[in-house]
């Protein structure tokens, strides 16, 4: 396979996308000849500074493969871990087109740049301006400043646990690590634009948990979304608030709030992100650590416990994070970029793949109807719909390759709706045999599994709830 004058080999391609270009691999095969030093930093809330090292060509006629491997690297690196500024050392003309293309006007009064949605996001989660920064010496790059966070695996106590999905609330009341009580109630955050109303709903389940306990020594809450602290910045249960500045800080306060409403307001709360809070259960069931989670349901999801047992506090948004360097990748609808990974690892996927397998999909069908009728044709072993499923386990095996990149991993957890049924167990067995050919030293270095029974039993409230020391 060759790209931008780059030659690498990849014995297996999807057979339903033969036009997937793997950016592992491809990253792999371009730094082996290059030799010019580069060094970036993204720089996130509180002064935290995460620095990488690599190297482009610095030639002419590698420009365009040094630009394309400096953008997608640099991309990557801001939905992993996230950030407000990125400092580029070693490549001033890469650095200058970066610029030009994170570029974003809130109310219309210049022409975005190509990566406007980058910069909108970071900006509305640190709530501050987005920036590129051309280092022109080392003396203006700035000093590692990154260390993981020491959360979860705290069962003693009489905790509460609280995991605010989309549709449905779940809370529990856990001591000493057994859960006593258990409830889970359907609320409608997604469409109330009242930021009382979440707060009235939370503040009703952790009363209703802490009404089974003798007292409440810690709360832990597993949600959508990116997180400051303990508040969310961005979250798909608080879509219809408005953008209003005091209305925000509403939004922004809520989980602490709703604390400080339990016992005699002093009860310690740690809110976390859902693919994190998966992550630390898996941990807790494997009784390991360097553990991802990958669900692919509605999107991807991801998280992560490194191999101190702890959450990095990073982003782990790897839905928009690029996998496949191909200009015939689908686009996503929100973020405009292509070969990003919610098109590859969530129903998004299946949807797309079937017309490619001969299926045709009623348009009047909902996502989760269209992915509902293609397992239903997997669990009918019809060879259309598995072709479809082992497309996904080839994406997902070189998309391990590169993340193995940027993570230590050890144990790949892979979950969510995707993974039900025949389509998972397939999804599994293809992506193992890739592994194997393709990466061996990666195949006997990582398990790759679907959440054992010992797993399952920690549910996501009860690894919420032992977030809080």
Wanted: charged residues 25%; proline residues 4%.
């Amino acid at each position: 396979m060759e790209y931008l004058g780059i030659q690498f080999e990849v014995k297996h391609l999807p057979e339903l996308d033969p036009d997937f270009i793997p950016l592992g691999p491809w990253m792999e095969a371009y730094l082996q000849n290059a030799t010019r030093p580069l060094s970036i930093a993204v720089e996130r809330e509180g002064g935290k500074i995460t620095v990488r090292r690599a190297r482009i060509y610095g030639t002419p006629e590698m420009a365009e493969a040094d630009y394309r491997f400096v953008e997608r690297y640099v991309k990557f690196l801001l939905w992993s871990i996230g950030g407000f500024k990125v400092y580029v050392l070693g490549a001033s003309d890469i650095a200058r087109r970066l610029q030009e293309e994170y570029v974003y006007f809130e109310n219309g009064e210049g022409e975005n740049g190509k990566r406007w949605f980058d910069v909108q996001f970071m900006s509305d989660v640190y709530e501050r301006g987005f920036e590129i920064v051309d280092c022109l010496s080392p003396a203006d790059f700035p000093h590692e400043n990154d260390a993981s966070v020491s959360v979860g695996g705290h069962m003693e106590g009489c905790r509460i646990g609280f995991d605010a999905g989309g549709s449905d609330r779940k809370v529990s009341a856990v001591i000493d690590g057994k859960t006593v009580y258990s409830e889970e109630v359907v609320w409608h955050p997604k469409t109330m634009s009242d930021p009382q109303y979440h707060y009235d709903e939370i503040v009703t389940a952790f009363r209703t948990a802490a009404s089974k306990m003798p007292r409440v020594d810690g709360i832990g809450v597993s949600s959508a979304g990116v997180f400051i602290g303990n508040a969310p910045m961005v979250s798909s249960l608080f879509i219809k608030v408005p953008r209003e500045k005091e209305v925000r800080k509403l939004v922004h306060t809520v989980f602490d709030r709703a604390a400080a409403a339990i016992g005699d307001g002093t009860v310690p709360i740690v809110v976390a992100n859902d693919g994190d809070v998966t992550a630390l259960a898996g941990a807790m069931g494997l009784g390991a650590t360097g553990v991802m989670g990958m669900a692919m349901g509605t999107s991807e999801a991801v998280g992560y416990v490194d191999r101190k047992g702890n959450v990095l506090g990073w982003f782990n948004e790897l839905a928009f994070a690029p996998v496949d360097l191909s200009e015939k990748a689908m686009m996503d609808e929100w973020s405009y970029d292509i070969g990003v990974g919610c098109k590859y690892f969530s129903q998004d996927a299946v949807i797309k793949l079937a017309p490619a397998a001969g299926i045709a999909l009623d348009e009047s069908l909902t996502p989760a109807e269209k992915l509902k009728a293609v397992q239903t044709l997997m669990e009918q072993d019809d060879v259309r719909a598995k072709r479809i499923f082992d497309s996904i386990g080839v994406y997902l095996a070189h998309t391990i390759q590169l993340y193995s990149r940027f993570y230590e991993i050890d144990h790949l957890i892979v979950l969510g709706r995707v993974m039900s049924g025949k389509g998972g167990d397939a999804i599994l067995a293809v992506c193992k045999a890739v592994l194997e050919d393709e990466y061996p030293a990666l195949a006997r270095s990582m398990v790759v599994m679907l959440p054992d029974e010992k797993t399952r039993r920690v549910g996501q409230a009860v690894a919420a709830a032992s977030l809080p020391e």
